[in-house]
């Protein structure tokens, strides 16, 4: 069972910066996608950014529009995922949750992490 920890989150002004990690343990795989997530208050949840490690799409990152030049996403030993957060706007305040995603024989698994509260504000 995947295990997922998460930290960096908090209150910064509009401008600013903050710097999310994840660190996965138990149950890791050499291939798997790691990511982060977004969930506002009445909304959806979002997919904010993903990084692929391993395989023949190693290093493969995919940025929400709204993201892009923003945020920047990286990883670490397999296992560990940062989001890169600058220029920071009030409607980046979501609870943003850790993900990783291992593919299976038939389909694919999903772990969360427990969240982290992201609040933009003046």
């Known amino acids: 069972q995947v295990q997922l920890e998460e930290s960096g989150g908090g209150l910064v002004q509009p401008g600013g910066s903050l710097r999310l990690s994840c660190v996965a343990s138990?149950?890791?795989?050499?291939?798997?996608?790691m990511g982060w997530y977004r969930q506002a208050p009445g909304k959806q949840r979002e997919l904010v950014a993903s990084?692929?490690?391993?395989?023949?799409?190693?290093?493969?990152v995919i940025y929400a529009d709204s993201v892009k030049g923003r945020f920047t996403i990286s990883g670490e030993n397999g296992n560990t995922v940062y989001l890169q957060m600058n220029n920071l706007k009030p409607e980046d305040t979501a609870v943003y949750y850790c993900n990783v995603n291992r593919p299976l024989p038939t389909g694919s698994v999903n772990y969360w992490g427990q969240g982290t509260q992201v609040t933009v504000s003046s």
């Open positions: 990084i692929r490690q391993g395989g023949s799409r190693d290093g493969r």
């Open positions: 138990g149950g890791m795989a050499s291939l798997n996608t």
